[in-house]
């Protein structure tokens, strides 16, 4: 009897799920294009995660090496150097993350609260052009700027009769030049998702608002940013998941392999790729890819589990 009871229920759970699809079929037809490109590059290759396991032999392939089981994951804890590139990576990212909202969010209001359309579209591109410079133009702008013979800075400061300090040769200054570079190249692309946020928003609240009397900072604190809540908890569970990964292209620019800087500039991408760049050693580079993918994801979830307990409409799942 409650077999029987329950078919009809089914039944109607199916038809709903079919006429939601059908609803949205224009929607899920723009999503495919998406979801084939994650399905071949993201989840095709993740078997080969397996190569971390294994002594990678050419000849043999992936599944046919010899396996190892956690020996290639020891390449890191033995190096002495794991506390050292651990705590650099994520202090890195931490600044990226908070100084990089805290700023995109900025402009984006500023931006919204400009009447004048034509100065918002041109302070946008002008704002999103770093986003598309490569990290290797990023550090000969950089070199040529703090570089003690023959930098601009440089120059200026002495022909103003200043001591310029050898910035290459001074490894404390590094970490707020690299997350100053860092906030130049992402500051127009953050600023760009928020403000497409922003324009999403109800305009008679921001009417009623005005017709009420409330200035322009108070539209911003009741309105503007409750309205962005959304947004900026799910950039930033996006980008936690990344804590344990940095910019190597940005990082291996602007630092090279001048080991005076290291020591506050070295991160994990930069020292595997010091480590492996006369042994191709796959495996051991895998297994410290495939570290730092497992600890994102347990970060990911205890974030977002963290966020379900405070206000589950604001969690990602």
């Given at each position: ?210 017709i009420d009397g409330a200035n322009a900072w108070q539209r911003i604190r009741y309105i503007t940013l ?92």
């Amino acid at each position: 009897m409650q077999k029987n009871a329950l078919a009809p229920e089914r039944t109607l759970k199916k038809q709903s799920v079919w006429r939601m699809l059908n609803q949205n079929k224009i929607l899920i037809l723009m999503c495919v294009p998406a979801i084939v490109f994650f399905f071949i590059f993201s989840y095709l290759p993740m078997p080969g995660a397996y190569i971390a396991f294994t002594n990678f032999q050419y000849n043999k392939g992936i599944f046919g090496s010899p396996f190892v089981g956690l020996k290639n994951f020891q390449f890191l804890f033995i190096s002495g150097q794991l506390g050292l590139l651990l705590k650099n990576t994520v202090l890195y990212n931490i600044a990226f993350i908070v100084l990089g909202n805290v700023v995109q969010l900025a402009f984006a209001i500023l931006l919204n609260e400009v009447a004048n359309k034509a100065y918002k579209k041109t302070a946008q591109s002008i704002m999103f052009l770093p986003y598309f410079i490569s990290d290797v133009l990023v550090s000969l702008l950089v070199y040529n700027l703090l570089n003690y013979d023959y930098g601009f800075i440089s120059h200026l400061v002495r022909s103003l009769g200043g001591d310029m300090p050898k910035v290459y040769q001074n490894a404390n200054a590094w970490p707020f030049i690299i997350v100053l570079v860092n906030l130049w190249k992402s500051t127009g692309y953050g600023t760009v998702v928020y403000f497409a946020a922003i324009t999403g928003m109800d305009s008679s609240m921001m009417e009623a608002a005005q017709i009420d009397g409330a200035n322009a900072w108070q539209r911003i604190r009741y309105i503007t940013l409750p309205t962005l809540k959304p947004t900026v908890i799910i950039l930033f569970l996006f980008a936690i998941g990344g804590i344990l990964k940095g910019n190597f292209g940005l990082f291996y620019n602007l630092v090279g392999n001048n080991s005076m800087l290291f020591k506050t500039t070295d991160i994990i991408e930069t020292y595997v790729y010091r480590s492996m760049m006369n042994s191709f050693n796959f495996s051991q580079s895998s297994a410290v890819g495939l570290f730092q993918s497992v600890v994102g994801f347990f970060i990911v979830l205890g974030a977002n589990a963290f966020v379900k307990h405070l206000d589950p409409d604001y969690a990602l799942f």
